[in-house]
């Protein structure tokens, strides 16, 4: 892998690979994922050669400075296939040397090996997708692991070498008190990860639990919930750096930090989402690849389904959904550099957001203020 040649004005490429198949769907996800019992792995792998491939010139000549495999489960691919794909990905795009590349695992697919290979092959982060310790709890959501294996998932990623650890846990779970949220995170904290996402379950459209809502915690209770895990947390080192995202120092994760600051992303395999900046013009473009697996790998069918140019008046809102996402302040030099737009475009909105104590205005840079995190959506109804 070489080094990122790109120039201090180029806006950095992160590149997001979905991997869409799953032993079981969760009855609370939404995400593009099947269950399968036979998955057409080299069938697939050769798809998104051939979809990167399509997209090599997006690039525009920049190294790729992240990479996220995500699904689905894509810890039900061979470590081999991950090396393979890696090295040819590079021939078609260069990766950056020092390139955060990120596997989505699950506890109850994991083999020791097999997280070997992982790390062999290239792959230095891990996120493990835990949801909770508690056995009642991962029964109710669907989950395929229990507590056991999922303590000793974690434990083979660190004794395999990966230094750059999630773990995925949720809260708001049925049934869940306040108690049961701090022993899942007491559990996570104890097995030392580098990072944490901890974030509530929502329930949404198109999931059998929003056909048959089961019975969450209400509103105080989830409060008590948040505060006492954020409480925690803090405690326990970890810093929090967005909404539901907590990292020890020096391990927030790279690829997510390049969605929030309005970075650039290429996306193979089905369903993927990407963003490209036209370097020379700077429109900005948002594409969608095609959704399911048999249609994505299909001979007839482009990989591209959708593909939107982001209109100028869209801009300020597409900017700040992600940028407010963060806990850091956001240099105001960042809106322009990312999206082309002069300051004075969003003067009044910042104004009403700072009159309204949501937005902190330091005169070089933008932050919420903890009011403007509790009441996100109203202030990016401002923009």
């Given at each position: 892998?070489?080094?990122?040649?790109?120039?201090?004005?180029?806006?950095?490429?992160?590149?997001?690979?979905?991997?869409p198949w799953c032993i079981r769907k969760c009855p609370?996800?939404?995400?593009?994922?099947?269950?399968?019992?036979?998955?057409?792995?080299?069938?697939?792998?050769?798809?998104?050669?051939?979809?990167?491939?399509?997209?090599?010139?997006?690039?525009?000549?920049?190294?790729?400075?992240?990479?996220?495999?995500?699904?689905?489960?894509?810890?039900?691919f061979a470590a081999d296939s991950y090396a393979q794909l890696l090295q040819d990905i590079h021939?078609?795009?260069?990766?950056?040397?020092?390139?955060?590349?990120?596997?989505?695992?699950?506890?109850?697919?994991?083999?020791?090996?097999?997280?070997?290979?992982?790390?062999?092959?290239g792959i230095n982060r891990l996120s493990i997708g835990v949801q909770s310790f508690n056995s009642a709890?991962?029964?109710?959501?669907?989950?395929?692991?229990?507590?056991?294996e999922a303590i000793r998932a974690i434990g083979a990623a660190r004794e395999v070498g990966f230094e750059r650890l999630n773990i995925d846990l949720m809260h708001g779970l049925p049934q869940q008190s306040v108690q049961d949220a701090l022993a899942d995170l007491q559990q996570a904290v104890t097995l030392q990860p580098s990072h944490l996402s901890w974030y509530q379950l929502t329930i949404e459209p198109n999931t059998v639990f929003y056909s048959k809502p089961p019975r969450l915690p209400d509103d105080e209770l989830l409060w008590e919930i948040?505060?006492?895990?954020?409480?925690?947390?803090?405690?326990?080192?970890?810093?929090?750096?967005?909404?539901?995202?907590?990292?020890?120092?020096?391990?927030?994760?790279?690829?997510?930090?390049?969605?929030?600051?309005?970075?650039?992303?290429?996306a193979i395999g089905a369903g993927a989402h990407g963003k490209i900046t036209d370097q020379q013009t700077g429109v900005i473009t948002r594409y969608q690849k095609?959704?399911?697996?048999?249609?994505?790998?299909?001979?007839?069918?482009?990989?591209?389904?959708?593909?939107?140019v982001v209109r100028v008046e869209e801009l300020p809102f597409e900017f700040f959904m992600n940028a407010?996402?963060?806990?850091?302040?956001?240099?105001?030099?960042?809106?322009?550099?990312?999206?082309?737009?002069?300051?004075?475009?969003?003067?009044?909105?910042v104004a009403e957001a700072v009159r309204k104590s949501l937005l902190m205005d330091s005169g070089t840079h933008w932050q919420t203020t903890p009011q403007g995190q509790l009441f996100l959506n109203e202030l990016l109804q401002l923009f």
């Amino acid at each position: 892998m070489v080094d990122s040649a790109r120039t201090p004005a180029a806006i950095p490429l992160a590149l997001y690979i979905h991997v869409p198949w799953c032993i079981r769907k969760c009855p609370y996800c939404d995400f593009n994922s099947h269950e399968t019992k036979v998955m057409p792995e080299a069938e697939y792998l050769q798809a998104l050669l051939q979809d990167l491939q399509q997209d090599a010139a997006l690039a525009q000549g920049r190294a790729i400075q992240s990479i996220f495999i995500g699904g689905g489960t894509p810890s039900l691919f061979a470590a081999d296939s991950y090396a393979q794909l890696l090295q040819d990905i590079h021939a078609i795009v260069p990766i950056a040397r020092d390139a955060e590349i990120t596997l989505e695992a699950n506890p109850g697919t994991f083999e020791y090996q097999k997280f070997r290979g992982f790390r062999v092959a290239g792959i230095n982060r891990l996120s493990i997708g835990v949801q909770s310790f508690n056995s009642a709890h991962l029964q109710a959501l669907g989950r395929v692991h229990d507590r056991d294996e999922a303590i000793r998932a974690i434990g083979a990623a660190r004794e395999v070498g990966f230094e750059r650890l999630n773990i995925d846990l949720m809260h708001g779970l049925p049934q869940q008190s306040v108690q049961d949220a701090l022993a899942d995170l007491q559990q996570a904290v104890t097995l030392q990860p580098s990072h944490l996402s901890w974030y509530q379950l929502t329930i949404e459209p198109n999931t059998v639990f929003y056909s048959k809502p089961p019975r969450l915690p209400d509103d105080e209770l989830l409060w008590e919930i948040d505060q006492a895990g954020k409480q925690f947390i803090a405690a326990s080192g970890f810093s929090q750096y967005e909404i539901s995202a907590y990292a020890r120092p020096g391990f927030a994760c790279a690829h997510n930090l390049n969605y929030w600051l309005f970075g650039d992303y290429l996306a193979i395999g089905a369903g993927a989402h990407g963003k490209i900046t036209d370097q020379q013009t700077g429109v900005i473009t948002r594409y969608q690849k095609t959704r399911l697996p048999k249609d994505y790998l299909a001979a007839d069918k482009p990989f591209t389904a959708q593909r939107n140019v982001v209109r100028v008046e869209e801009l300020p809102f597409e900017f700040f959904m992600n940028a407010l996402r963060l806990n850091q302040p956001i240099a105001k030099s960042l809106l322009v550099e990312r999206t082309g737009l002069p300051l004075a475009t969003v003067d009044e909105a910042v104004a009403e957001a700072v009159r309204k104590s949501l937005l902190m205005d330091s005169g070089t840079h933008w932050q919420t203020t903890p009011q403007g995190q509790l009441f996100l959506n109203e202030l990016l109804q401002l923009f």
